[in-house]
């Protein structure tokens, strides 16, 4: 089932920027973590930011760190991933994931919902 859905992804050059948005069922988004993953063919689905469902709390992977920033706005139940400073193996789909507790944030087993995702094509 598709519980929430990501918007934002394309085609850009190397050195170039990408916001993408995740729509967050209201029933869900003032209670839940959201984290951002992405995946490519062969390989597995692997961590990329995480917000806690304040807001206050955000972490990211060590490959992405200084050039991305995860976001809520919580008045339209989005939650947003500006990534900068883009290269080559950023290329991926990018999920969006909602997790009521967190235990182990940078798991994709530990995540109650997600999206179907949106394609990051980044060029050299």
């Known amino acids: 089932q598709v519980q929430l859905v990501e918007s934002g992804g394309g085609l850009v050059q190397a050195g170039g920027s990408l916001r993408l948005s995740c729509e967050v069922p209201e029933r869900i988004f003032s209670n839940y973590n959201v984290g951002w993953f992405r995946q490519t063919p062969g390989k597995e689905r692997e961590f990329v930011a995480r917000i806690s469902w304040d807001g206050g709390i955000t972490d990211y992977a060590d490959s992405v760190k200084g050039r991305f920033t995860i976001s809520r706005d919580n008045a339209e139940n989005k939650v947003y991933l500006q990534m900068n400073s883009l290269k080559p193996e950023d290329t991926a789909v990018y999920y969006c994931?909602?997790?009521?507790?967190?235990?182990?944030?940078?798991?994709?087993?530990?995540?109650?919902?997600w999206g179907r995702g949106t394609q990051v094509t980044v060029s050299s």
């Open positions: 994931a909602a997790k009521i507790g967190i235990i182990s944030f940078v798991r994709p087993d530990e995540y109650d919902y």
